[in-house]
């Protein structure tokens, strides 16, 4: 297949960055420009048939209004598109809004809603509530219980905030229940701690064994910890 004369030339000419950096500059500006125009279009769309709709034609002696999903459909849109672009339009101030600014201004949305909860109703939500302000406001909760648990006077102790151990145990971060867990194992291993290490070492070695065991069935977990205990034993005497 030919190739046109503009085909040519694009593919033959040596790339030069600065050029490359100009020319690309001049198309982003070109892009927000585009994109505030046509957010802009959607915004007005949606406010003109939100309500009543607006006189398409006669169908039947009829009046058809038409709805804000006819309109996506004829510009050629996807309606989860379109309220995308309609979520960073900033109407008040007709601008797009940047990533950070988008998420301040969901926080911000968020927090009003949970405001809204009931403690008495702890599974009710609000009108408006997401499966995103639902994940916000669970890290929100578990934020809390972390704050919590270093105020207490033996969270010193814990040394459970170098979070690697956790990634080994294939959880990426440590829950407020694995931290108080610790905390209570530790205390029933320092008795029979081998001296001259650390308990807390030694506890997450334990904590490593308890997720293993925890993978079979509960009727098999005694034996199964006895044979690792007895596998333990030949290892650290390097005879398998």
């Known amino acids: 297949m030919a190739k046109d004369k503009k085909d040519v030339i694009v593919s033959t000419r040596p790339w030069n960055y ?34 009543t709709g607006v006189r398409k034609d006669l169908v039947s002696n009829e009046t058809r209004l038409i709805s804000f999903q006819d309109y996506l459909n004829d510009i050629g849109m996807s309606k989860p598109t379109a309220y995308r672009w309609l979520e960073l339009y900033d109407h008040a101030n007709d601008k797009l809004l ?20 009931r403690p008495d109703y702890p599974e009710w939500r609000p009108d408006g509530w997401s499966e995103a302000c639902e994940r916000y406001y669970r890290s929100k909760l578990q934020e ?27 959880a990426p971060i440590a829950s407020p229940e694995d931290i108080l867990h610790f905390s209570e194992l530790k205390e029933k291993i320092k008795p029979i701690a081998y001296p001259g290490i650390p308990v807390q070492k030694q506890t997450h070695a334990v904590m ?14 005694k034996g199964v910890a006895k044979a690792l205990a007895e596998a ?4 650290a005497m390097e005879e398998i």
């Open 144 to 170: 809390d219980r972390y704050t919590q648990i270093a105020r207490q006077e033996h969270f010193e102790q814990l040394d459970l905030f170098n979070r690697h151990f956790f990634e080994n145990l294939q």
């Open 208 to 221: 490593l064994i308890e997720k293993v065991i925890r993978d079979f069935p509960e009727k098999d977990r």
């Open 98 to 117: 940047s990533s950070e600014e988008y998420k301040a201004k969901k926080i911000v949305e968020f927090e009003k809603l949970i405001k809204l909860l």
């Open 18 to 51: 600065e050029e490359a950096v100009k020319v690309g500059r001049e198309l982003m500006k070109q892009y927000h420009k585009l994109s505030l125009s046509v957010v802009r279009e959607l915004y007005a769309a949606r406010e003109a048939l939100s309500n």
């Open 232 to 235: 333990t034993m030949l290892i």
